[in-house]
């Protein structure tokens, strides 16, 4: 089932191979508001090529593997929704050009190696990732090139192991006065002393509770 907002829409190339699923090749006459993209049943998909100002994948389940092709996200400059992803494949969005001004990812548990390594994410202000047990956030290479992130929302239930800040230092995150991680308040005092997180300024999410949801809304200061 793919749709542009409830309508299926014809200008889109679907084709199984032999190791992946893929959905590719979004072709509209004009660039669509909305595209919801229905994933179930497929075990690892690549999408592609996709072409919407705001885009939601549903349909991803506990053993689904979700890559994406560089060029994946030049022409999404809204908000890319993955209500039910849990795992981020490692190496994804590598080496492109990202549009997008929010990543909603809250069931994610598990971010692989080179997330985002060497990425261009000029726009994205917020992104809201975590679910329990969150097990890992690997730093290297990720968030880069994030250079307008001012709010990363863990919506976590204990402190997950970073392992390193090389590239982190780097972001937005970590040089920006008016950027900070929210987590919720029972857990901020511990990832304030945490290895590798103590780099960065905490808020509680409960202080802020429009933060997490899928949009770009910030508070004021």
Do not use: H
Request: net charge positive.
């Amino acid at each position: 089932m793919i749709k542009v907002g409830n309508k299926n829409i014809s200008g889109i190339r679907v084709a199984k191979g032999q190791y992946r699923d893929y959905v590719m090749g979004v072709v509209t006459k004009s660039k669509p508001a909305n595209l919801e993209v229905n994933i179930e049943g497929a075990s690892f998909i690549a999408l592609d090529y996709i072409y919407a100002a705001n885009v939601k994948i549903t349909g991803a389940t506990s053993t689904t593997v979700v890559d994406w092709n560089a060029n994946i996200n030049t022409n999404i400059d809204g908000i890319i929704n993955l209500p039910d992803l849990t795992k981020i494949q490692g190496s994804c969005w590598c080496y492109t050009t990202i549009n997008c001004t929010c990543i909603y990812m809250p069931n994610v548990k598990s971010i692989g190696a080179n997330f985002l390594q060497a990425a261009s994410v000029p726009k994205m202000v917020k992104m809201v990732i975590g679910a329990s047990p969150f097990t890992n956030v690997s730093s290297t290479g990720s968030m880069r090139g994030t250079s307008a992130l001012k709010a990363l929302v863990l919506k976590v239930s204990s402190v997950p192991t970073l392992n390193g800040t090389t590239a982190a230092v780097q972001s937005y995150l970590y040089k920006g006065d008016d950027a900070y991680i929210y987590v919720p308040r029972s857990l901020k005092s511990s990832f304030e002393s945490a290895s590798n997180w103590n780099i960065f300024k905490f808020r509680a999410i409960e202080d802020y509770p429009l933060i997490d949801a899928p949009d770009t809304w910030l508070p004021e200061s």
